[in-house]
């Protein structure tokens, strides 16, 4: 300011006083842009009007008020020419200060910022650059970038020098060396910087390092990619479940005041089918494609509640598990595939993503159909085998029975007639006839001791009384009969009191009592339209007493047949023998119990059975 | 059988009952008794076999179940010992495949215990009467074998040509005689097997064949 001051009075005093004929009051440009070198706009406006005022003055003091003259000329041309710069150092000033700004935010921001001329030189290198490569700014300029950097980019460089020309920007990832020699990935963003032409002069590069973003992102993919390939390629059924709807709709329940979910779930089956059908298949494997019966995945997408029957019951127990926050929930129950078939499957249920993520939840699923079969055939078998060894037993015991005790029939009878014969002859001869008449009455004698023997034999067969669990018993004739229910589509119900006492008595009985009275409901149903439901129930009766009820939904029973229902030899079935219910009856009766049946005002029949609670009486064989 | 039973007194025909059951024994003993059968019981097929005078007309009541031996089984060992005694069976329980199995093997009857003293006492008589058509065929037989056994080598070829129905002037070109001597040989033949004209000696011919 000073040396422009200095300057502006030498180039005065020249002009005024000297008589150099020129344009000396050119120089004055030279004040001008020392100012504009470092002064405000105001100090720019100062020097020029004053550097103006002083041409003026030195021009009318050495020339007065001519004539457009060349004197005159020069002066305005001096004048111009101080006015000209004077706006164009304002201009540049503007333009300076914008950059400096600029420059200033290039330094404030964390990124690496570096500018390279069309040579490839770096002309410009922030701190974030420093930071991001370990070169500092003094290092790296004039320096050669894709040298110094080992630049690699994701394609050839013809393409994205392309992409820098045509558009003016390209963004993507490029590996670069760190001075230490360690590779970064840097997500970088280039501009192509044009003069006023259009001529390319430099290109902006800003990058970020996403060296330890990518590396996560790599380990994801790869725990991804693990999770799919065991997803996909396992052995077992895996399904994703999306769970969001289920859990919207339990939140609406919590606002509507329900706190206590399992009572509520305990009322409202209806609500569990809902929650079922709310449940979306998103995803499901090779495997339960194969075990579904499925052509194709897409099959298999969409509602729950195609697969898993109305019958199920461990649903809720699933539905409580996910909306206490997850855990793993298991069990085994039934799905029906594509085709129809009921399977057999054991099921674990888990978040892998947490507790509040119930968009992907993992189920896996075990078919055990098979070993299903295979179990209750073997059951089957054994049952089957002990009540042809017990069927073998009781033939081979009624024919003995049956030889000894006809024996002495025979003989009574034949004594009978030769006694009669003795008196009807010509000469009656009492003596032979009343002889025959005394072995009439020992032989009766023998065979009543014969049925005594018989029985004394059946009532030392040791009784093995314990008190058992009707509920088990109930399920294993379940299994037993499942085959039959299936064939002939009855829903079986049991319902047994939660204080219903333990019956006391002989199991292996007792349970062909329970499976004879199952058996005959459900052939009782078999020509019936419509539900075929069979309800076993049971509950006290009195204080020493269980009650058991097997109830159908069958044409109930004949008027004809209800009077000796349970005689032995009576049957309504062509292949039956007629023996089931009479043995059953004997069976209750031996344990002290009653067994009895009545007709349902709504259709169907109902035997019930009484057993009592406490040691049973050893009521007469 | 037109013909009378022979001379000589046939020995009473006597029941055998074979049964382990001694109130069933006691029990047809009486009975066969009170229609004036005689009867002999037995509780076992070997006290049957050691009888004494086991060649007595009569028949046989015989249990299926017997101790030892199956009543079947026994049957058949009695027909391997040409003992051709009619076979009435008793069983407790009566099956048919048994029965049927009995009746193909000869059995007479088939009753089941307990049965009807009439159907006994019918099978019995029945049994009794096919005894005695029996032996008197075989007595028969007996005194035709007897006769034949009597006639000369020449004789039987004779017969033989003459029950065949040649003339005797064939009979004689045949074997290389005169008719005169066929019509002697004949006349011998006629009188030695008490044939009173050629047809009762036809008869007597295909009975001797039958029973060879």
């Known amino acids: ?259 206590d979910l399992a009572g509520y779930l305990q009322v409202n089956p209806a609500f569990i ?49 996910i909306a206490q926050g ?127 023997r018989v029985r004394s034999l059946a009532s030392k067969e040791p009784r093995q009384h314990v008190r058992f669990d009707l509920a088990t018993l109930v399920a294993e004739c379940a299994l037993l009969l499942e085959g039959e229910m299936a064939q002939h589509h009855v829903v079986l119900g049991v319902d047994i009191a939660a204080d219903a006492p333990l019956p006391r008595g002989d199991r292996v009985q007792l349970q062909q009592v329970v499976l004879n009275l199952m058996g005959n409901a459900i052939r009782a149903m078999s020509d019936v339209r419509g539900a075929r439901t069979l309800v076993l129930r049971a509950r006290a009766d009195g204080e020493e007493s269980l009650l058991v009820e097997v109830e159908d939904s069958g044409t109930g029973i004949p008027e004809d047949i209800a009077a000796h229902l349970f005689d032995a030899f009576v049957t309504t079935r062509g292949g039956g023998m007629g023996m089931g219910l009479a043995i059953c009856r004997s069976t209750v009766e031996s344990h002290g119990g009653r067994l009895w049946a009545t007709n349902r005002p709504e259709g169907g029949a109902t035997f019930h059975f009484t057993l009592p609670v406490t040691v049973a009486e050893e009521a007469g064989a | 059988m037109t013909r009378m039973p022979p001379t000589m007194t046939a020995p009473p025909p006597v029941v055998c009952i074979v049964d382990d059951d001694a109130a069933v024994r006691e029990a047809l003993d009486s009975l066969f008794r009170s229609v004036g059968l005689n009867v002999a019981t037995f509780s076992s097929a070997a006290d049957f076999l050691a009888r004494e005078n086991a060649s007595a007309p009569g028949c046989l009541v015989l249990d299926v179940r017997l101790p030892g031996v199956n009543g079947l089984d026994f049957q058949a060992q009695l027909a391997a010992m040409d003992n051709r005694l009619p076979i009435v069976f008793m069983t407790g329980h009566g099956d048919i495949p048994m029965s049927v199995r009995a009746m193909k093997a000869g059995a007479l009857d088939f009753l089941s215990k307990p049965f009807r003293d009439q159907d006994m006492l019918d099978a019995v008589s029945m049994a009794i009467e096919r005894d005695a058509a029996e032996r008197r065929d075989a007595t028969a037989i007996g005194a035709l074998r007897q006769a034949y056994a009597s006639l000369t080598p020449r004789e039987r070829e004779v017969m033989q040509h003459v029950t065949a129905g040649l003339m005797n002037k064939q009979v004689g070109s045949l074997l290389g005689l005169s008719e005169i001597t066929v019509k002697i040989h004949r006349g011998n033949v006629m009188r030695k097997m008490a044939a009173r004209s050629l047809a009762e000696l036809v008869r007597q011919a295909e009975a001797l064949a039958a029973h060879s």
């Not at chain 1, 033939?395 to 006694?419: D, F, K, R, W, Y």
């Not at chain 1, 009807?424 to 009492?430: F, I």
């Not at chain 1, 025959?436 to 009766?444: K, M, N, T, Y």
Request: glycine share 6%; with cysteine; charged share 25%.
């Open chain 1, 273 to 321: 089918r809902e929650c079922c059908a709310l449940t979306q298949v998103t995803d499901v494997n090779d495997a339960t494609v194969r075990m579904l019966g499925a052509r194709c995945r897409e099959d298999l997408l969409g509602p729950l509640d195609r697969f898993l029957p109305p019958t199920d019951t461990t649903f809720s127990r699933v539905i409580l598990t």
């Open chain 1, 326 to 452: 997850g855990g793993v929930a298991e069990g085994e129950t039934h799905i029906v595939n594509l085709k129809g078939e009921r399977l057999t499957v054991l099921f674990a249920l888990n978040m892998p993503l947490g507790p509040t993520r119930f968009d992907r939840v993992l189920v896996s699923v075990v078919d055990i159909t098979d070993r299903k079969r295979a179990e209750r055939a073997l059951m089957a078998v054994q049952s089957e085998l002990a009540q042809a060894a017990r069927i073998t037993a009781l033939g081979e015991m009624s024919a003995s029975i049956a030889h000894e005790v006809n024996q002495p029939l025979a003989a009574i009878v034949t004594h009978g007639e030769a006694s009669l014969r003795w008196l009807r002859r010509p000469a009656p001869d009492l003596h032979e006839a009343c002889d025959a008449i005394a072995r009439v009455v020992r032989d009766a004698r023998r065979a009543s001791e014969v049925v005594h």
């Open chain 1, 1 to 259: 300011m000073t040396t422009g001051a200095l300057l502006a009075l030498a180039v005065f005093l020249v002009d005024t006083f000297t008589a150099l004929q020129g344009a000396v009051a050119v120089v004055y440009l030279v004040v001008v842009l020392l100012v504009a070198a470092s002064g405000s706009r105001r100090a720019i406006g100062g020097a020029a009007f004053g550097c103006m005022g002083l041409t003026i003055v030195s021009f009318v003091r050495g020339h007065g008020f001519p004539a457009l003259d060349a004197a005159m000329l020069r002066c305005l041309v001096s004048l111009s020419a101080i006015a000209i710069t004077a706006v164009l150092s304002l201009r540049a000033r503007d333009r300076l200060a914008t950059i400096a700004g600029q420059a200033r935010l290039i330094e404030l921001t964390h990124d690496s910022i570096y500018v390279r001329d069309m040579d490839d030189v770096i002309v410009l290198w922030n701190t974030g650059a420093e930071q991001l490569y370990g070169w500092t700014a003094s290092e790296a300029m004039g320096q050669r970038a894709t040298q110094l950097l080992a630049t690699a980019l994701p394609g050839h460089h013809t393409v994205v020098d392309a992409a820098l020309f045509s558009a003016g920007r390209w963004e993507g990832e490029v590996t670069q060396k760190h001075r230490d020699g360690r590779t970064v990935i840097v997500a970088t963003r280039c501009a192509l910087l044009r003069d006023d032409r259009g001529k390319a002069r430099v290109i902006l590069e800003a990058g970020t390092d996403v060296t330890a973003r990518r590396a996560a992102d790599a380990a994801l993919s790869e725990s991804e990619d693990r999770y799919r390939s065991m997803f996909e390629k396992a052995r077992f059924s895996f399904w994703e479940e999306d769970w969001t709807l289920v859990m919207d709709r339990i939140a609406t329940l919590r606002d509507q005041g329900v706190t």
